[in-house]
């Protein structure tokens, strides 16, 4: 039964191109996330959702726009997509916001632009 | 804001053998989470653990939040503790209210 889940799991696509990935969590947490993963394995925090109120962004480039239908859903779009947005990308969540509460992440969405 | 370092950087390990991951963190924090990343790129999280120590099978994590380090201990490792482990602590300071990662650390668990 998993806890927080996103799709795709891979994505290969064009530089240019428009693409979306899905996560949701079944745990009844307030607060989702979007991480960033580059190659170097560092990772970094794009968005944060309380109860679909957007509370952290972080300075990413417009191209990117998260949407949050409800609180157990967060999705993110990418519009025009460039080689530097290849990375691994995890959806997460937790009890509360703020970093209240341990965080769950989901298996990650590997994106290839070529 | 508040910075994370963790050390070693990397780590090879024998089957069986005993090892000890420091997170050390520049300011007071309210929590502290360990987390596993394994090598198929799941990331779990292993502990959340503000002070004290918590153990779970072989691993156990100790936070000494006066002192301000955490450290994680794995006991008799097998390979599939092989992977990147990650400290993370909240950084509440202002509007900017996030977790601050560590750099992880790279362990190796041969056979």
């Known amino acids: 039964d998993t806890a927080v889940s996103q799709t795709p799991k891979y994505l290969v696509t064009q530089m240019g191109n428009d693409k979306s990935i899905k996560c949701e969590q079944n745990?009844?947490?307030?607060?989702m996330y979007w991480y960033k993963q580059d190659s170097k394995k560092f990772l970094k925090i794009m968005f944060s959702?309380?109860?679909?109120?957007?509370?952290i962004n972080e300075t990413v480039p417009n191209r990117f726009s998260p949407k949050s239908p409800d609180k157990a859903h967060l999705n993110l779009h990418i519009n025009s997509l460039e080689l530097g947005d290849s990375a691994v990308y995890f959806c997460?969540?937790?009890?509360?916001?703020?970093?209240?509460?341990?965080?769950?992440f989901g298996e990650g969405s590997r994106l290839t632009v070529l | 804001g508040i910075q994370v370092e963790q050390s070693p950087p990397d780590l090879i390990l024998q089957e069986g053998a005993n090892s000890t991951l420091r997170c050390n963190f520049s300011d007071s924090v309210n929590n502290l989470q360990w987390f596993h990343q394994n090598p198929w790129g799941q990331l779990i999280n292993l502990f959340y653990?503000?002070?004290?120590?918590k153990q779970n099978g072989r691993l156990s994590a100790t936070t000494v939040a006066t002192e301000r380090y955490s450290l994680l201990y794995i006991s008799s490792s097998q390979t599939t503790d092989s992977g990147v482990y990650f400290c993370a602590v909240p950084n509440n300071a202002g509007n900017n209210r996030k977790l601050i990662w560590g750099l992880g650390t790279s362990l190796a668990v041969n056979p």
């Open positions: 745990l009844g947490h307030d607060t």
């Open positions: 653990i503000p002070s004290g120590t």
């Open positions: 997460a969540s937790s009890p509360g916001p703020f970093n209240t509460g341990e965080l769950f």
């Open positions: 959702y309380n109860n679909k109120e957007l509370i």
